[in-house]
């Protein structure tokens, strides 16, 4: 499902990212100084919000009929939130001095 979002939204760079894992790449990148706060918890509420909106319409009309791509927002919204609620993904906000 993630595939078909990441296609749908042209988030290409989406599928790389890994927990703990940029900030390596900033470091790579010669930033120093760098910071992480995990704002989950506060993105969460936005989440349900969106998926509240999106479920019905995602689940009867979006899914069955594969449409993933075409309604990346739709289907972002509803499965993002399930996948958050797992801990599988985490929303962070990161600075760094270069």
């Known amino acids: 499902m993630l595939r078909r979002v990441i296609r749908g939204s042209a988030m ?10 940029f900030q390596n790449v900033l470091f790579e990148a010669g930033f120093t ?4 706060e995990n704002i989950s918890e506060n993105v969460g509420l936005s989440l349900e919000r969106l998926r509240k909106f999106m479920i019905i319409p995602y689940y009867l009309f ?7 791509e075409r ?3 739709a289907s ?6 399930n996948m958050a609620k797992k ?7 990161f600075t760094a001095t270069k």
Do not use: M, T
């Open 76 to 81: 972002a919204s509803v499965e993002l939130y």
């Open 71 to 73: 309604f990346p927002n």
């Open 33 to 36: 100084r760098i910071k992480v």
């Open 12 to 21: 290409d760079g989406l599928k790389y990212f890994r927990h703990d894992k």
């Open 62 to 68: 979006v899914k069955p009929f594969g449409l993933q």
């Open 87 to 93: 801990g599988l993904i985490r929303y962070n906000i």
